[in-house]
Every structure is written in C-alpha cells, then in structure tokens.
C-alpha cells in the first residue's frame, strides 16, 4: 500500500511539475498576476509531494518491504537501521528520487526566499525549475521507478547494500554532491528568466550570486567528502583518480567556480553580463552531463551502476533539449545584454578576465580527457582510456597559472589600478615564499624536487599574499583590531577560500610527491621494521558483527622503541552478498597520516600488508573545508541579508 | 543583414573558431596518451603493440591463479572464451577478484602470450562489469554461435 502511494505521490508531482512548467511562463508573458502568483505554491506543492514520496521509499526499506524491487535489491534484513535508511539512495532509481526531491527543495527556497524579486522573474525562474523538473520526474516515472513490485514472487529476504557503501562518508557524500549539482539549476534557471527578460541588471547578479555561492559550497563540500571516502575506503590510499565520475563532478566545481567570480564583476560593476549567463547555463549543463555520465554506464569507472542504454538516451534527449534550447535563447538575445566595458588593461576586471580563461582551460582539459575514450569508441572504435599520465601535467599546466595570478588579482582595484604598486611587494612575497619553501621541503624530505617546490612555494606565497591583504586594508583605522573588524565578510570569505585553496594545493603536491608504500610478509609475533617504524603483529581475530564477519590483525607500531600506536586493520565478509572488504587502520595527523591495510592471506598464517606513509594527506580536504567556509561567509555578508534593495547609484568603487 | 545581426555573427563564429581550435589542439594531445583496450584474441593474433601501456579484460579462467608463497606476486590467465593470455602481477588485487570473474588489467605485454600489469581492477559490485569486457564476451559468444551454425549446415549437408 504505502509504495503505492509513493508511486502515486510521484505521479501527482510529475503533473504539478507540468503546471509548474507551463502558466506561469504564460502569466508572465501576458502579465497576469494569477498565474504568476501560482508559482511560488506550485513549487511549495512540489517540494511536499517528492518529500511524501521520498518518505514512503524510506518506509518501505525500514519495514523490509521486499515485494518492492528497488528494496529487495539494495536491502536486507540484517542490515542495520541507519542503513537502511540510507540505502533508500544507494542505488540508481532511489537517489535519482533524492535528486528531484532536493530540486524540489530548492524551487521551494527560492519562492520562499525571493520576495524581493520582481513577480515576472519569480515565475520565470520557479517554471524554469519546474519544466527541469519534469524531465527529471518522467525519467524516474518511465525508466527508473523506484516504487516497482517484484509480484508475486516476493524474495524473502533483500539481496543487501553493496558493503562499499555501508560506511558515514557514503551517507553523507551523495546528498552534499546533489545539493551542489541541483543548486546549479537555480542558478541556470535565473540565467534564463534573465535572457526571457533580455536585461541583465546588478539586481539579477546580486540574487543569482548567493545562490551560486551556496551550491558551489555544498558541491566544494561533497566532492572533499568523496575524495575523503575513496581514501579510507577504498583501501588504496589515493584520495583521487581522475575517475570518469569524479571527473564529471569536478568539471561543474571549475565551471561554477569561474561563476562565482564573473557573477562578481556583474555584480560591482555590470560588467560581462552575457558571459556569466552563458557560464550559468554551461555550469548546469556539466551538470547534467555529469548525470549522463553516471547513469548511463557509457565509461568504465567504479561508480558506473548497471548498463541501461535506455536511460542513456533519454537524459542525452533531455540535456539535448535543455542545453540545446538555452543556447538557442542564448544566440536569439545575448546582444541585448548590454555590459559596462569601462574598465582599463590593469583592473580587477581583467584580473577576472584572466581567471575565467585559465579555470575554462582546465575545465577543458578534464572534458576533453574524460569524453576522448567515448569520442574514440564511436568515431574509430577504439577502446582506450586516459588516466593520470594525461591529467596530472596538463591540468597543473593551467592550475599553477591560476595560483600565480590570485596574489594580484584578489587585491586589484576595479576599473584602475596601477602594477607597479602591486608587483613590487608581491615578488618580495614570492621570494620569501620560495626560500621558506626549500628551506622546509629539504628539511621534510630527502630529496628537493622542482615541482614540489613550485607548488609549494605559490600556495605558501599565496597564503603570504592572503595576510598581507588582510594588514593593508586594516590599515586606514585607529588600531589594528578596529581594522580587522571593518573588514567585510565577502572579503574575509574570498581571503579564506583563496588561503583553502592553497592548504589543498600544498596537501596534494606534498602527498604525490613524497608519500611512501611499502607492501611487507608479517607473521603473527613476528616483528618487521618499516623505515624508521616497528611493526609488531600480536594476533589475529574474528569478529561477528550484525550483517558481516569481521578479521581483524593487531599491529602495535613503535618508533625508536617507543610505542607510537596500535593499528587493526581488517577483512570484513559479509554474509548475504558474500562480498569481501578491506578496512584499513589509520593513523591521522595534521601533518602524516600512517595507514596500514592488509593485503591478502600468505602461508603459515602470515600476512601481506601494505604500509603508507602519507605526509599532509588531511590537507586536501582542510582546505576545500577552508573554502566551503569562505563561501558561507560571503553568503553571510551584511548585503545579502536586506530585505529590500535600495537601489544603486551608479557603480561603487570598492577596492 | 542590418548591422547590429553581422555583429553578433561576427562574435558566433569568431568564438566557434577559437574554441574548437583550442578543442583540436588538445585532442591531438591526448591521443598520446590514450591506453587502449584489447581483447585476448587481438593479443595472441599481434594487433596489441608490445612495450606500451594496454588494457586488457576477459574472464579469469577458473584454476589458473597461482599466488606466491612469500610474497605478493600472482599469476594467473583471463579469457575471452578463444584465447588465453597469462597476467603477471605483484601488487594486491583487489577484494572483488576471484575465478571465473571479469577482470581488466593495465600494463605492458612481455610477450604475445603476457601481459606485466601494473593495476588490476574487478568488478565492483555484483551487477556491474566493465562494459569492455561485456562487449568482449557478447562478440566471442556470438562467433561461437555463428561457428556452430555454419558446422551445423555443414553437417546438415553432409547427412
């Protein structure tokens, strides 16, 4: 009963989203207020339907409901309550339904959150919203329904959660990832209301830009998350792939990223309007490709779920359509944007100019590198694929670039701003940031490294930059406390997010270059030195847990003969699937993680194990932590926070 | 055509040009760097260049699996049901290996018949197999097939 009334929930939501999709755009065109006051209850109507069906998902999982096909594969009843909450997205049909339901929640922020809002941009954006919401909710309705029975032979028990994903990183990283990727509809469907209206005012950009921000911050968030997981889990101990799938999630991060930064230049200064709209729509179009990419089981990667041509095709008809049709928009009325070109060769507008080419050129560098094995499959049927050989030098090509240009960028006045008074003090920066960085990095490691060095040096002179900035626009008050507190949030947020991206920068550089792995035979009382560690094996247990059965190794490690600590790592089985999981033992800290998984069984009850030394690992996720705060704290600024905008005169300067 | 729409033209096409030469440059880049995939039979018959980085996929054939005593070393073959080609790998493999399963292994051939891989990846989870090797096998299957039928008609004719 209750999957049926899931199932009857989605329908209801599929033909409120057609409404959605459809009067509102009618009552703007034809100014009827009815119609476009019809929006911000549809979207509320909307978001309470999917919440409805979402819910009777979720209770068919908790009461074990395996006449329900979507349960019966992805449950079981030995699986333990917190998971079987979270399997609901576990699979294909269950988090495309999380997919449209955190959509839904976003329409209804935005007609909860947008009073300020002119009534005709209102319904254009919440239809916009609406119209994607259709082809999201048909899909799920035509070829993934989630609420489909296995009648009348019911299993009698579920087939179980893949063991991969019964883990905290798993439940949090899908719902963050989403939040970011659907986030960016928002941002596209004020791209479009935009271009229907043909004006682009700083208005436009002052709403579209905490928006951008938001999603950008959970998107920052979830892809750290994964990466986080991928490390711990996945018994490896990367904490990146160049994966076809995180890949598609990285590409809408670059490309809302280079957002972020023009929708800044609309803002301040209306300038490059048409630009940041075509940014907008490219933005969630990568998005949506990242969709395709996931769902269809078109690239080999880890995360592709079963093969489904059928699902390929229709979301390729939908991005088709959707990107197809905003382009087309796009060509019909970007010219009537007109943009604010006063500014000179030395501004923070070409500062951003700058940023935008260098973070597009890297973003195409990941969708070259990830669409090749396909464009090579169906133009020359050639199986290939392309992994870090490719990657690595051709995306710090333009990522060192990028680093480079934050220290003057991020204190360019805009429209004028004179070099010579910038250049100076920053090469005395990168000098001492280069010098502090050998110094440390030969002191840390062995051997100096050029590359090491480089990055190192431009995230530290970068982070040297950030402090600076922060003394010299401190300086104009009666003491240095009352300068830091009139300093604005937006900018402590970008000196945050700028220091973040540093923190991971050095956090990834460090850790490619100098981390250590060591596979090593133990026996059980046998004691084997490890570079300067001891590790003593004192025994090995099984364990019997709720759904699977756990081996575990006692390692003691010791340093100099001192204990440093006891690490055991395991092999879980787990009973239903019988699938086999390794579980590694983790040593953290700030500045070294050491990481040991075992390997596979040898004779005479000893082991493989595998042994890491990952100097600086947490620092990836530090700093994209560092970011995400920086964007909430941009969010946060006092402007945002207005209820009613009065209206700007003319174009502030702020520097 | 009024001023304003050459324009616009003008600012299309001028920026179709730049990118899709930025798109070529970068293509004819990454083909250095494409690791290609071949099946067993394409090994054996020499299509698969010796000394450069592959992909190759198949079934591990059951029995073959010959592990080290003290160490990580391993051996064993995989099959796309005509030929057989022989792995050689000192790393773990991964949790999901076991016989009789798909498989795709990276690294250089030794020879026709071997390959050294460098990474080993199975399948990861119950449904999912590298659409590579399912295409591999559905291509040897439907050979098969086709090879029974023509010495089916042959038969035919022969009784």
Known sequence: MIPELGHFFLILALVNAVILGTLPFYGAHTQHNGLMRLASKAAIGQFILLLASYICLTIAFVQDDFSVAYVANHSNTLLPLRYKVTAVWGSHEGSLLLWIMILAAWMAAVALFSKALTSVIRARVLATLGLISVGFVSFALFTSNPFERVLPFIPIDGADLNPLLQDFGMIVHPPMLYMGFVGFSVVFAFAIAGLLQGDLDQKWAKWARPWTTVAWIFLTVGIALGSWWAYYELGWGGWWFWDPVENASFMPWLAGTALLHSLAATEKRGAYKSWTVLLAILTFSLSLLGTFLVRSGVLTSVHAFATDPERGLFILTFLGLAVGGALALYAWQFDKLKSNNNYTLVSKEIAIVLNNVLLFSSLLVVLLGTLYPLLADYLWGQKVSIGPPFFDPYFSFFFAFILFLIPFGQQMNWKQDKLSKVLMPQLALLGLAIIISSLLLSWLASELLLWPVVGVSLSLWLTLACLAYVVKLSKNASSFLQGIKKIRRSYWGMLLAHTGLAVTTIGAIVTTFYSIEKDVRIEPQQTVAVGELDIYFEKFDNFTFENYISSQATLKVSEDGDHLVTLKPEKRRYRVSGQLMTEAAIHPGLFSDLYISLAQPLEQGAWAIKVYYKPFVRWVWLGALLMALGGLLAVSDKRYRQKKFTKVKGYRNES | ?159
Request: net charge positive; charged share 30%.
């Open chain 2, 1 to 159: 055509m009024k001023a304003h729409r050459k324009k616009k033209l003008i600012t299309i096409l001028s920026s179709l040009v730049l990118l899709s030469t930025a798109v070529g440059l970068l293509l004819y880049a990454i083909g250095d760097y494409a690791d290609a995939f071949y099946e067993p039979r394409r090994v054996v018959n020499g299509d698969a260049p010796l000394n450069k980085t592959i992909r190759v996929g198949g079934l591990v054939t059951t029995g073959s699996v010959k592990r080290s005593k003290d160490s990580l070393y391993v051996e064993f073959d995989i099959t796309d049901n005509e030929e057989v080609i022989t792995i050689t790998f000192d790393k773990s493999l991964p949790d999901l290996f076991r016989e009789g399963q798909g498989i795709m292994a990276e690294g250089k051939l030794v020879d026709r018949k071997t390959l050294k891989a460098t990474k080993v990846l199975a399948k990861h989870d119950e449904k999912y197999m590298p659409p590579e090797i399912a295409e591999t096998l559905k291509k040897s299957h439907k050979d098969g097939v086709k090879k029974m039928e023509q010495q089916g008609e042959k038969q035919k004719g022969r009784y």
